[in-house]
C-alpha cells in the first residue's frame, strides 16, 4: 500500500493551528499578565496522497512562526476583520527562530500617573516664576500698556491650566483605569466561560460512555 502513496511539497503549502494555553504570561498590547490564552503555530506542510485519501503533515515538528494573543485580542481578531492594522499580538518564533521574550514596559496607568506628575511640578514652578514677575509688576507705580498685557498673559495661562490642562491628565488617567477595569472584567468572564465549556464537554463524554456502557432493555 505505501507504493501507491506519493508525497508533495512546495514552500506555499502550510498549516495553521490554535491552541488554548493555560499560563501565566505577558502580552504586547495589554495591560495585564493573562493566565489563559490563544496560541497560534504556523508550519510548512506536505501532502501524502493515496488512492483513498488526501493527508497533510507539518514539514518540522518547529513551526514557521509561533504567536499568541490574550482571550480579547483573539476575540477582538476574529470580529473585527478589515479594520486598521489588526489587533496587537505577541510574536514567539519566526522562521523556525525564537524571538526574545517581551520586555518589561512601563504601564499605560503609571505612564499616565508619571506625565502627570511631571507636568504638576512644570505647573508649580511655572507658577512660582510667574508670581515672582508678577510682585515685580506691582511694585511698580505706574503699569504701562506692556506690563498690564503681561499681567493679563499671566493671568490667562494660568485659568487655562486649571480650567482645561489639568482636567484633561485627571480624564486620561480616569479613561485608562477604565479601560483596565473593563480588560481585567473581560479576561474572568472568558477564563469563567473556558471553564463551563471544558467542564461542560467532560460530563457530556461522562454522559456519552455512560449511555455506551448501559445495556438496552
Known amino acids: 500500500m505505501n507504493d501507491e502513496r506519493d508525497k508533495y511539497s512546495e514552500p506555499c503549502f502550510g498549516q495553521i493551528g490554535f491552541s488554548r494555553i493555560n499560563g501565566s504570561n505577558r502580552f504586547y498590547g495589554s495591560e495585564l499578565q493573562q493566565d489563559n490564552y490563544v496560541e497560534m503555530r504556523v508550519y ?97 507705580k505706574t503699569l504701562s500698556k506692556e506690563d498690564v498685557r503681561d499681567l493679563s498673559m499671566h493671568l490667562d495661562w494660568l485659568t487655562t491650566e486649571i480650567q482645561s490642562n489639568i482636567p484633561f491628565f485627571m480624564e486620561c488617567f480616569q479613561e485608562t483605569m477604565d479601560d483596565v477595569v473593563m480588560e481585567a472584567k473581560l479576561e474572568v468572564e472568558s477564563a469563567i466561560q473556558h471553564k463551563i465549556n471544558v467542564m461542560g464537554l467532560s460530563e457530556l463524554h461522562k454522559q456519552n460512555e455512560l449511555a455506551k456502557n448501559t445495556d438496552p432493555l
Not at 52 to 70: G, H
Not at 71 to 83: D, K
Not at 96 to 101: G, K, L, M, N
Open 44 to 140: 510548512q506542510s506536505e501532502i501524502e496522497r493515496d488512492l483513498t485519501r488526501d493527508m497533510y503533515f507539518a514539514c518540522s515538528r518547529l513551526p514557521v512562526m509561533k504567536l499568541r494573543l490574550s482571550a480579547i485580542q483573539f476575540a477582538e481578531l476574529i470580529t473585527s476583520m478589515n479594520v486598521g492594522d489588526g489587533v496587537p499580538c505577541t510574536i514567539e518564533m519566526i522562521n523556525q527562530v525564537p524571538v526574545a521574550p517581551i520586555q518589561e514596559h512601563e504601564s499605560r496607568k503609571d505612564y499616565v500617573h508619571r506625565k502627570f506628575k511631571d507636568r504638576m511640578t512644570q505647573f508649580a514652578k511655572l507658577i512660582k516664576d510667574k508670581q515672582t514677575k508678577a510682585k515685580e509688576l506691582v511694585k511698580k
